[in-house]
Structures are given as C-alpha cells and as structure tokens.
C-alpha cells in the first residue's frame, strides 16, 4: 500500500525561500543603485504612515472651527497656523493627504488596469486597434483639464466621482504607451509559436504578451499617481473637486488664495507637501525607469 506525499516537501520550501531570497536581493540592488528612490520612497511612506494614524498624531479635529484662533500664525499650539475661522491648517493638511493619496492611488490603478486591458486587444487585434485609437485620440483630442472640468460639472463633485472623472482622462495615455509595447512583442518568435500550437487569444495576451509590457506601465503608473494628486489639486483648486468639508490639499490651496497677504501659511504648507509628496513618487517613477529599462540601466 502506498500512501500520498502531497504534503510538507523540503525541496520546495527551499525554493520558495530561494525565489524571495533572490527577489530581496534584486530588489535590495536597485536600491543602491538608485539613492533618488530611497529618498521618494522614504518620504512617500513617511506621509501615508502620517495620513493612516492621524488620529493618533493630530490633537484637533480637522472641521473643528475655533473662531479665538482665527489666523494664527505657526506656533507652538498650531504647527501650520490656523485658517480664516480658526481650523487647524496641520490637521486639515494631513487629513487632506488621505484624499489626495487615494485619489493618486485609486486613479494609478484603474488606469492601469483598464490601459492595460484596452491596449493588449487594441495592439494585438487590428481590426479593432482602428476603432478603439480613434476613440482614445477623440478623448485625448480635449485639453485634460478642460474635458475633468466638464465631466466633473455633470456628475457633481465627490471623492469617487473625481477618480472616476481623472481615471477617463488619462486611460488613453496608458493604452496607447501598452498598445506600442505591444505592437512590437507580437512579433516575437515565441508569440508565432503560441499560435502555431493553438494557444487561445486570452492566453497570449495574458500569459506571453502582457508581462513583457509591465516594465513600462509600472514606470507611468507612478507618474499617472503624482498627475492624479496634482488633477484633484487643480479641480478642487478651482471648486469643482472635492466638496470644502473634506478637506484636500487642493481645497485647503484655495482657501488659502484669498489670504496670501494676510495669512499666507493657509494656502504654503499645503502647497509644499503636495510639491513634495509629487516629486517623491516621481523620484520613485524615475529609479523604477532605470531598474526596468536595459538601455537605461545603469548596471555593470
């Protein structure tokens, strides 16, 4: 009689533990190759801990309204001053950076997914590429903020609908970056050979086509994440954005214009952290570029 050993197995243990092992390693190379990443991704880290337990790092409430405190400069009982009636301009910047970062964050990925989808039929199928790059180079035709600012008027202005509104905008961008990469895979010999075997459609695109695309879309998912953050600042900059109860920093940024003179910290600090936190993840797009790219990498 023979029983099953399906169960704990050594031998792949050990290979699974060499896979990590040498992912870490690869990952910890890329590091030290590129100091501008570790700067982004430190910074990027610092602000998202921040923004997650602003409960626990912030003492005011960011609506609270104290009319006693009404333009107070930086000091030691408000870090960033306080605003035109009293509200903790720290607290609102660093509660406002939950919705600026899930905006970047949540546009970055439906961006990517739907680029990418849309790009692989559209560069491996030519009769529907015509149909579906006429569309792209019709929404890609109106000035990128005129067409959010459009789109933000008819659906109203909320968190998701902003997402929703950046995440139409810039998908063209990224199919046409996934169409171009694919448009030169496809002719590899070994796409030939899934097809010479009767491999299905779904199993090229997926399977052979689509992972020899990721480097460049992970490279533009970053900078899709900062034009994101900088998208929603400028909508809510201009009171079509995110409603003035949530606190962003783009809405901060346009209480803050009408202060300048009188109260400039309003509308500096929420300037600097943004400017920061984009040229962080730009930081991080560039090191991302140079790891991936062979022709750009910098490795010996």
Same mark, same amino acid.
């Given at each position: ?7 704990? $197995? ?23 190759? $590129?100091? $501008? ?5 430190? /910074?990027?880290?610092?602000?998202? #801990? !921040? ?11 960011? #609506? ?10 930086? &000091?030691?009982? +408000? ?14 910047? /660093?509660?406002? &950076?939950?919705?600026?970062? @899930? ?11 739907? &680029? ?30 005129? @067409? ?14 902003? /997402? ?40 090229? @695109?997926?399977? +052979? ?25 400028? !909508? ?35 300037? !600097?952290?943004?400017?920061? $936190?984009?040229?962080?993840?730009? @930081? ?17």
């Amino acid at each position: 009689m023979t029983t099953s050993n399906r169960g704990f $197995n050594p031998n792949e243990v050990r290979q699974a533990k060499g896979v990590g092992s040498r992912i870490y390693i690869q990952f910890m190379r890329m590091l030290k190759k $590129n100091p $501008n990443m570790i700067i982004g991704l430190v /910074i990027l880290i610092l602000f998202t #801990t !921040l923004t997650i337990f602003a409960e626990f790092l912030v003492k005011y409430d960011p #609506t609270a309204i104290e009319p006693i405190d009404r333009f107070m400069p930086p &000091g030691a009982k +408000h870090w960033f001053g306080s605003d035109v009636v009293g509200r903790d301009v720290y607290a609102r910047v /660093i509660y406002g &950076g939950r919705v600026s970062l @899930l905006v970047g964050f949540m546009v970055a990925t439906f961006v990517t997914v739907a &680029g990418l989808f849309i790009g692989l039929v559209s560069g491996y199928t030519p009769k529907l590429d015509i149909v579906i790059q006429r569309i792209m180079d019709a929404i890609m035709s109106f000035p990128t903020l005129l @067409l959010a600012l459009a789109l933000i008027a008819m659906l109203g202005g909320s968190v998701w609908n902003v /997402i929703a509104v950046i995440t139409i905008v810039d998908t063209p961008r990224m199919v046409r970056i996934v169409r171009s990469a694919v448009l030169s895979v496809r002719e590899q010999q070994y796409i030939d050979a899934a097809r010479g075997i009767g491999a299905p459609v779904s199993r090229i @695109l997926f399977n +052979h086509i689509a992972p020899n695309t990721m480097a460049p879309v992970i490279v533009q998912a970053t900078y899709f994440f900062a034009a994101a953050i900088l998208t929603e600042a400028s !909508l809510s900059f201009l009171g079509l954005g995110i409603p003035p109860e949530d606190p962003s920093w783009g809405n901060i940024l346009s209480l803050g214009r009408k202060y300048l003179q009188q109260a400039f910290w309003i509308a500096f600090f929420p300037g !600097l952290v943004l400017t920061i $936190n984009v040229l962080a993840m730009n @930081l991080v797009g560039d090191g991302l570029r140079d790891a991936l790219d062979p022709k750009l990498s910098r490795s010996v």
